[in-house]
Each structure stands twice: as structure tokens, then as C-alpha cells.
């Protein structure tokens, strides 16, 4: 399965947490063929939000994200979307400060951060907020492979290109790979979310 979207998160039951974030998927054209939209550039159609849905909005052909945290997660049209293996690209903009995610193999629930599946960090500049700092900058596949370094800019568009082949995760940022892991078997390394 291959997707493509525009906003900051992209596929497999996607969750996507607040901060201000634009998310955008370029239209899928004939040039584009094997690929699947999972956002219309119009509505939120296919996609349920939990904790604060007020937090994401359509906005000039992109879905925001700005508010106390929530999560976006495709669900699909009939409500029963799941990918296991896929592609993904999203088009995504983060405001200064921002820290966003794009979830996979995860399932809607009403509350808290996603109980299971992995994140892909988007997170370019965020400041410390009490005592805490989040030094896993975009790209990240969150507690298991972390970049430190941020490789794209707040407020300017990038690529971010997720591509699963179990036990394969690949993710790309502006084409650079980032993150090449195999899912070894059994636990993954503590504060890993899975």
C-alpha cells in the first residue's frame, strides 16, 4: 500500500499529536500510480480524532494541528482501514516549537498517547518545557533509532517518507534516510514506543 499525504502524518491508523503542525499530500495524478490518497484536501473524512479533535482543522488544503494534545488516526471511510506493510508521504510543516508525530500500527482509543505501534518525530525546535527536553528531532523513529540533529526547517515544507516492510522501517526526511531498522523479535528498549 502506498499513500500519500499532506499534512504531518500519513498513514496506518495515523495519529498525530498537537503543536502546530501542517500536514498536506500532494494530489495523486496519473503520474502518481499505485498511490492512494488518505486525505482529500477538503475534510477530515476517513480520519477520527480523540482527547481534543477541536485541535485539527482543514486549513488552505492542509490539515492543522494546533491545541492540547489529541491524535488523528485514519480510520478510513468504512472505518476498518489497517496497513501493515505501506509507503507513506506527507508533506509536513512545523512551527517553531512544534512536537508532532506520525503513528504507525497503532488503533484509535479515546485517550493517552497511542497504547501501542511507533512514532516518527516531528519535532524541529521544541524548547524545554519544565524540566524536560525532547532532543529526538524529526525522523526519529521514536526511543528506538533517534536523530539529534534537526534536518529540516520550522515553518518550511518538507518531505517526510515512511516505508514499512516488516520487520523493515525505513524513514526518509527531504530524501535523506534517516532511519533504516529491522525489528529484531521479542521487547524493544525501554521508553521505545511500540
Same mark, same amino acid.
Given at each position: 500500500?502506498?499513500?500519500?499525504?499532506?499534512?504531518?502524518?500519513?498513514?496506518?491508523?495515523?495519529?498525530?499529536?498537537?503543536?502546530?503542525?501542517?500536514?498536506?499530500?500532494?494530489?495523486?495524478?496519473?503520474?502518481?500510480?499505485?498511490?492512494?490518497?488518505?486525505?482529500?484536501?477538503?475534510?477530515?473524512?476517513?480520519? $477520527?480524532?480523540?482527547? %481534543?479533535?477541536?485541535?485539527? &482543522?482543514? @486549513?488552505?488544503? /492542509?490539515? !492543522?494541528? *494546533?491545541?492540547?494534545?489529541?491524535?488523528?488516526?485514519?480510520?478510513?471511510?468504512?472505518?476498518?482501514?489497517?496497513?501493515?506493510?505501506?509507503?507513506?508521504?506527507?508533506?509536513?510543516?512545523?512551527?517553531?516549537?512544534?512536537?508532532?508525530?506520525?503513528?504507525?500500527?497503532?488503533?484509535?482509543?479515546?485517550?493517552?498517547?497511542?497504547?501501542?505501534?511507533?512514532?516518527?518525530?516531528?519535532?524541529?525546535?521544541?524548547?524545554?518545557?519544565?524540566?524536560?527536553?525532547?532532543? $529526538?528531532?524529526?525522523? %526519529?523513529?521514536?526511543?528506538? &533509532?533517534? @536523530?539529534?540533529? /534537526?534536518? !529540516?526547517? *520550522?515553518?518550511?515544507?518538507?518531505?517526510?517518507?515512511?516505508?514499512?516492510?516488516?520487520?523493515?522501517?525505513?524513514?526518509?526526511?527531504?530524501?535523506?534516510?534517516?532511519?533504516?531498522?529491522?525489528?529484531?523479535?521479542?521487547?524493544?528498549?525501554?521508553?521505545?514506543?511500540?
Amino acid at each position: 500500500m502506498r499513500a500519500r499525504l499532506t499534512f504531518d502524518a500519513a498513514v496506518l491508523h495515523a495519529a498525530v499529536l498537537a503543536a502546530a503542525v501542517l500536514l498536506s499530500a500532494p494530489p495523486v495524478s496519473a503520474a502518481d500510480e499505485g498511490w492512494r490518497s488518505l486525505f482529500d484536501g477538503q475534510t477530515l473524512a476517513g480520519w $477520527k480524532a480523540s482527547e %481534543s479533535p477541536a485541535s485539527f &482543522r482543514v @486549513v488552505d488544503g /492542509a490539515i !492543522a494541528c *494546533d491545541g492540547p494534545r489529541a491524535h488523528l488516526f485514519y480510520v478510513g471511510r468504512d472505518g476498518t482501514a489497517s496497513f501493515e506493510n505501506f509507503e507513506a508521504v506527507a508533506e509536513v510543516k512545523a512551527r517553531a516549537g512544534a512536537n508532532s508525530g506520525f503513528y504507525f500500527h497503532t488503533a484509535f482509543q479515546e485517550a493517552d498517547w497511542p497504547g501501542r505501534g511507533f512514532e516518527v518525530q516531528v519535532n524541529n525546535s521544541q524548547k524545554q518545557h519544565g524540566d524536560y527536553l525532547e532532543l $529526538k528531532m524529526t525522523g %526519529s523513529l521514536y526511543g528506538i &533509532r533517534n @536523530v539529534y540533529k /534537526a534536518l !529540516a526547517k *520550522d515553518d518550511e515544507w518538507f518531505t517526510l517518507h515512511v516505508t514499512v516492510r516488516k520487520p523493515r522501517v525505513e524513514v526518509r526526511v527531504n530524501e535523506t534516510l534517516v532511519v533504516d531498522w529491522i525489528e529484531p523479535p521479542g521487547p524493544l528498549p525501554e521508553g521505545a514506543r511500540r
